[in-house]
């Protein structure tokens, strides 16, 4: 065969088969010392995409505090979630208050102390590893608010906010 022949199967074998020609830089190497250097530049490219997306915490949209006659206090848990991507280097943390104030709907001087059990001393920890293994369905951790009957004075409905401190800090 014709070495035109031979190139021409070659390049359609790469078209058949996906293959992309590639242009090869050409170093010349002396005959003495016989030494030479070269260098290819290399890169690639990840998107938020082919990595699950962006970080997104979900907090709960409302906490209804129920009241236990075996327990005496009222409480309500959820979780906090957290999913997508975050520098390896990184963690995420959240925090709550330890206590928060339920004030009465009708008379605002009238209040329950409350408390938030949300991790340890009231904070939340994701690993960048631990987001990137459940990427689509996140990460589930915890959050509780009690008020013990003893602090509730008045009948009526007793209400407060919840505010989450989140960071990515290193880890």
Known sequence: MRKGSLLGLAMAGAMLLGAVPVSA????VPADPGTAT???????????DMLGGGLVVSVPDELILQYSAEDQNFSASDNVNAKGNINPAKKLNITTPATVT???????????????????????????????VAKDAGVDKAI???VPMSEVEYVGTYSTTINYDINVVDK
């Open 38 to 48: 070269g260098n290819t530049p290399t890169q690639f490219e990840v998107t938020e």
């Open 144 to 146: 509780k608010s009690t």
């Open 102 to 132: 339920y004030l009465h709907e009708d008379d605002a001087t009238v209040d329950a102390v409350g408390t938030i059990d949300f991790g340890t001393e009231n904070t939340e920890t994701w690993s960048a590893n631990e987001l990137r």
């Open 25 to 28: 830089a050409q170093i010349n």
